[in-house]
């Protein structure tokens, strides 16, 4: 059974919980069924979300009812907004209170859901359950159709090889519109677990409150998570109720990686590290804990039920360990493909269950994968291949806070602190390249997404 549809079987075990709530999931249930009252038809609905008992409430109701939620973060420019809008014409929108126009056909709390202008019958696949804006995306038309088969066969993959139980208390790091924030809320309500919810930071007092009043047991974070947790100074924390910690979104660098699998193995904390994309619904791999360090820097093996390999550049299977070739995955979970408007909800599955990542990896002899960089994140730099990934890498490693894009014969580093000067010698001494294949241009703030990902396009 679909983890939205189990929310009778828990009872009275609590779901969620904020600082002003606490909802079981029979009460969490009976609120749905309120919402579903107010639509009778499939059709799409905008579900604009903070990480709050109202959006997890509308998000169930959706797939409950089998309507097609797009989940949109409540930070999105108005025009962003507004051109989503125009480009999906949805029949309704649940949102926030004042948050737009529209007829209110029901409150519940501090939400309310608006019957828009766009009222219109769209044929919508009958595989197609919800729709997610891409990593780095904020108002792009371009969203990926994840099916009912896929956001189902994702969460019992990571409740299993998590071992996550009803005993569990996670609390919200990420967005639920993102996709890594999302496979949490799912994988979690599957198993009966007590979702603490809060849109606080860790950079915030309330943050740390709410987690050790409520005690958290586990959460996750992208690299950047892990940036702010060591200035924090994580090691040094006395957190007895955490008993796990996730990373995923992003390479999380073997420094780091080491750093945190050795401070949680200290505390007996374990620190599981994984891999995804939303073009895989979440996940696709885990380093099991019991490797956490002696893999450090690994994106680890296949979840349950996918598959790896890699291909080289003329689409060859790459058999032999330590060779470099492009990742591709196998599995349920890779999704139907790309919508870039209303009409593209009819189209049929894309993918076959195949995704080419785009990511250029290699396996060690163990069978364990190690990311090394993106395809498209390469540039010849006087006939010599070079990994804007790895240049980001070794210059963070000596302090400085960069975001390298370029064209052939020329990279472009965007510099947010620190000297130019000091990273011109740096990277020629690194390299081994003339310096005049470099410009080093100050950025006051390297723009980055909610997750913490460098938005590569708005770099000027």
């Known amino acids: 059974m679909a983890f939205y549809d189990m929310l009778k079987s828990f009872g009275e075990t609590t779901a969620l919980i904020s600082e002003q709530d606490c909802l079981s999931y029979a009460q ?6 309120k919402l579903q009252e107010q639509i009778n038809e499939r059709c799409l609905v905008f579900c604009v979300c903070n990480n709050n008992v109202e959006s997890i409430t509308g998000y169930i109701a959706f797939l409950q009812m089998r309507v097609v939620p797009v989940l949109i973060n409540h930070g999105i420019n108005t025009e962003l907004f507004k051109n989503l809008l125009y480009n999906y014409e949805p029949h309704y929108v649940w ?3 004042g948050f737009c126009a529209g007829i209110i056909c029901y409150e ?7 019957k828009t202008e766009y009222q219109q019958e769209v044929e919508i696949n009958l595989d197609l359950a919800l729709l997610l804006t891409t990593s780095g995306s904020t108002g792009s038309p371009k969203l ?6 896929n956001i189902n066969s994702n969460a019992e993959s990571i409740a299993q090889y998590l071992n996550i139980s009803g005993e569990d208390r996670p609390i919200t790091t990420l967005p639920m519109s993102y996709t890594y924030g999302l496979s949490i809320i799912n994988s979690h309500l599957l198993r009966g677990a007590s979702i603490i919810l809060t849109d606080a930071t860790l950079m915030e007092k309330s943050f740390w409150k709410l987690l050790k009043e409520k005690c958290a047991t586990t959460f996750g974070g992208v690299p950047y998570t892990y940036e702010i947790l060591k200035k924090l100074r994580f090691s040094k924390m006395n957190l007895p109720d955490l008993k796990v910690l996730t990373q995923a979104g992003g390479k999380l660098g073997k420094e780091r990686h080491l750093e945190f699998a050795t401070a949680c193995s200290e505390k007996g904390i374990d620190f599981v590290v994984m891999y995804g994309q939303t073009e895989a619904t979440a996940r696709m791999s885990y380093v099991p804990r019991e490797y956490a360090i002696s893999k450090a ?3 680890g093996i296949a979840i349950p039920g996918g598959e790896f390999w890699l291909e080289d ?7 032999e360990p330590n060779i470099v070739g492009e990742l591709v995955y196998h599995g349920d979970n890779v999704t139907m493909g790309y919508a870039t408007c209303k009409e593209d909800l009819a189209k049929e599955d894309g993918n076959g269950g195949v995704l080419k990542t785009g990511d250029m990896a290699m396996k060690d002899t163990d069978g364990f994968y190690y990311i090394v960089g993106r395809k498209k994140r390469f540039l010849k730099i006087f006939g010599n291949r070079v990994n804007l990934d790895e240049i980001e890498s070794l210059l963070k490693k000596h302090g400085f806070i960069v975001a390298c894009t370029g064209k052939d014969d020329l990279m472009k580093i965007y510099l ?13 001494n690194l390299t ?5 294949a470099f410009e080093v241009c100050k950025a006051e703030k390297i723009p980055r997404n909610e997750a913490g990902k460098i938005l590569y396009a708005e770099l000027r």
């Open 28 to 33: 969490l249930q009976n609120e749905v069924c």
């Open 95 to 97: 949102a926030p209170k």
């Open 416 to 428: 947010e602190n620190g000297q130019p000067d000091t990273v011109f010698k740096l990277i020629a």
């Open 432 to 436: 081994g390249l003339n310096r005049s």
């Open 108 to 114: 519940y709390k501090n939400y309310a859901l608006f």
């Open 144 to 149: 990926v159709r994840q099916s009912y088969c």
């Open 313 to 319: 550049e003329n689409g060859g299977t790459i058999t």
């Open 297 to 299: 820097g690994s994106i």
